[in-house]
């Protein structure tokens, strides 16, 4: 990509994340990094489809942030919702697509070296052809699945109908933001950010056409249908990359539910959620004989058997079965009962939502290459040659 072209954008991204504070200091040069690492490619493709992908995303953020905020709690006690995304958010959905962006770009290297100082005529083209570099697949399927991904999250939770965890059998009804919990709405925000992606592709990919056949580095012309394929076959795979997520995230990443509130609690940025594994049964007990023996000290020994009678409320606490109940608006306070208030609603505790997402984004990107030299042909080591 031009540097008169990149430079520019570049800043102005920065400046966007930074006025906006859609990044974290440090999720900002790692995103500036990113960028470069994008521009190195010849072609404008995949600086535009970091870009494309950052300002839809970030939009989708925003829209109806103050309800998404009610719907969920953050672990440091919070309202939900999404704040600024760290380096390390930056990296889980565009790490894969710049180390592919990176091989590409020195495969049409390889290619012009070939051409300019060997005289040879390479097997590849410098235009994309039916039929051609896998690795242009991978960067494109990539932020097809992540950019799916997001809307899913940001659209889905808006929906209203309750979620269903998609790795139950039943598919039980499971509280908003639990990670595997999935709606009809969701799944078509998903198609939608897959295809917004897949539409700047074919606006921005150096396609062959009539011009380029038969010249050194050239190709065929494409077909509609040949386009057509291309287009529905991206768009249904990144939409499938937001079901991938939801799986990883279902059977992989703990969910962990406010008891009080019923409501799931999220980490910032993307990491795990502490939780207490146990109720403590004793409790009480431990509560009661604590308080007693510090006081038998203060009365220099004396009571030290004694109990302290607890004060009886207004309220009779017998007519209550469950003390944690959000419904019950007449509900004593039982603070330290050493009851955990977070328990655990599904998934293992295996993964936290950057490790799901960037596996997420490297299953998608490199099964779409599989797939399609499979369709096409093209063995996968194609990927190392010229």
């Known amino acids: 990509m031009k540097a008169v072209i990149a430079v520019p954008a570049t800043l102005a991204l920065v400046y966007r994340a930074y006025s906006h504070k859609s990044l974290t200091p440090l999720g900002i040069l790692t995103a500036a990094l990113t960028a470069a690492a994008h521009a190195v490619h010849p072609w404008n493709l995949p600086f535009v489809l970091l870009c494309v992908f950052f300002l839809a995303g970030t939009r989708v953020t925003k829209i109806k942030a103050d309800v998404k905020a009610g719907l969920t709690l953050s672990s440091q006690g919070n309202a939900g919702g999404e704040g600024p995304r760290t380096h390390v958010q930056v990296l889980a959905n565009s790490l894969m697509a710049s180390i592919l962006s990176l091989l590409h770009a020195y495969q049409l290297r390889i290619r012009r070296e070939a051409i300019v100082t060997h005289g040879q005529v390479p097997e590849g083209s410098f235009c994309y052809s039916w039929g051609g570099d896998l690795l242009v697949v991978g960067i494109i399927a990539n932020y097809a699945a992540v950019c799916a991904d997001t809307f899913s999250s940001e659209l889905g939770i808006l929906?209203?109908?309750?979620?269903?965890?998609?790795?139950?059998?039943?598919?039980?009804?499971?509280?908003?933001?639990?990670?595997?919990?999935?709606?009809?709405?969701?799944?078509?925000?998903?198609?939608?950010?897959?295809?917004?992606?897949?539409?700047?592709?074919?606006?921005?990919?150096?396609?062959?056409?009539?011009?380029?056949?038969?010249?050194?580095?050239?190709?065929?012309?494409?077909?509609?249908?040949?386009?057509?394929?291309?287009?529905?076959?991206?768009?249904?795979?990144?939409?499938?990359?937001?079901?991938?997520?939801?799986?990883?995230?279902?059977?992989?990443?703990?969910?962990?539910?406010?008891?009080?509130?019923?409501?799931?609690?999220?980490?910032?940025?993307?990491?795990?959620?502490?939780?207490?594994?146990?109720?403590?049964?004793?409790?009480?007990?431990?509560?009661?004989?604590?308080?007693?023996?510090?006081k038998a000290k203060l009365l220099h020994g004396e009571g030290s058997h004694a109990v302290e009678k607890q004060p009886t409320g207004s309220v009779d606490d017998s007519t209550t079965t469950d003390p944690y109940d959000p419904k019950d608006k007449h509900r004593s306070s039982h603070f330290g009962d050493l009851k955990p208030t977070r328990v655990a609603e599904s998934g293992l505790d295996l993964l936290d939502n950057n490790d799901v997402n960037f596996l997420m984004a490297f299953t998608m990107s490199v099964g779409a290459m599989v797939l399609a030299g499979w369709y096409w042909g093209v063995p996968l080591e194609s990927i190392l040659k010229a």
């Not at 908003?176 to 950010?193: S, Y």
């Open 159 to 294: 929906s209203r109908s309750t979620p269903r965890l998609i790795t139950s059998f039943s598919l039980r009804k499971v509280p908003r933001g639990t990670n595997g919990g999935v709606t009809l709405w969701g799944l078509v925000a998903g198609f939608l950010g897959s295809m917004i992606i897949v539409t700047a592709s074919l606006l921005f990919l150096p396609l062959c056409g009539e011009d380029t056949k038969g010249k050194v580095g050239g190709g065929d012309s494409w077909t509609v249908n040949q386009k057509a394929t291309l287009a529905w076959g991206l768009c249904l795979w990144g939409a499938l990359g937001s079901v991938l997520d939801s799986l990883l995230g279902g059977w992989f990443q703990k969910s962990v539910r406010d008891v009080r509130s019923g409501k799931i609690v999220e980490g910032d940025g993307g990491v795990r959620v502490l939780t207490s594994e146990n109720a403590d049964t004793h409790g009480h007990e431990r509560f009661d004989k604590a308080t007693t023996d510090a």
